[in-house]
């Protein structure tokens, strides 16, 4: 199972970037120390990607906080204009890492996501858009948005991807709660992609939501940990809210949802920060390890934690 090791880091206020929320963190290796990317929001509640380094023996002891967002956002009429949460990063053989993202629309009542790809020179330091457009978008097979895709190289060249897929939106309480399962899709190039019409999470009676699918292979198995919940009163019902799950894959394009053995619950203490919900999981080892990153109350806003795998 998996134990809870404590907050990792929630924003201060004294960083213009990153006033609140560190969501989506996502765990990048480095020799000496362990770099952790998450989405963090300014003023106006707009989000741009950024990081800080921690000691992989204990996350909690931060090391550095960077000053600046390592990405901007779009011009105007961009698919980024209002908001570029990342996903998930990929190092390339000539030493560039890619980043794909999750770009935001803000609408008159709601919002559009777009994917996008963006490209660093620098060490992952900052990012600049490979292309003024998304490399996924609302389409035939996701009929609202497309976004937070989870990417990997298989060994046999192919680039696979699972992200979440917006398919429709309900006025609840007057707001239009939108609809969002999982997806998969392949490529030859890690740009251009082909979309499975086999879902990767279905819809059920709970499940209308997917939050940031983590996918990661052990001993030829596809394994993913994602979290889910409910459209109605999700932002203030903890039963109705976030909670992980854990499903497994022979091919990596029929999933089977093993939530029993997910091994981590929300906090039944109210004053813990992940007793409303907990989600947005990113899972890495190190040093024959297994260590988990998540996020717990207000999608990012009580920071992020880490958790061990204890068998």
Known sequence: MWVKKGVVYKPDGTLAHSLSHAQVPFAYKHKDFLRIYFSSRDSKGQSRPTFLDVDYDDPKKILY???KPILELGGPGE?????????????????DIWLYYTGWNRTHNSYRLSMGLAVSTDGGLSFKKMFTGPIMDRSIQNPIWAAQPSVMIDEDGTWRMWYISGHKCEY???YPEPYYRAQSATSKDGIHWEISDIPTLDFDDFLHAVGRPSVFKEDGIYKMYYSYRHTRDYRTDRNQSYRLGYAESVDGTNWERKDHLVGIEKSDNPEDFDYQMIDYANFYQH????YLLYNGNGFGAAGFAYAVWED
Do not use: Q
């Open 172 to 174: 609840i309480h007057d």
């Open 65 to 67: 906080i960077h000053d």
């Open 79 to 95: 698919y980024d204009e209002t908001g570029a949460m990342p996903s998930w990063f990929v190092d390339r053989p000539n030493g």
């Open 287 to 290: 040093n024959g390890k297994k």
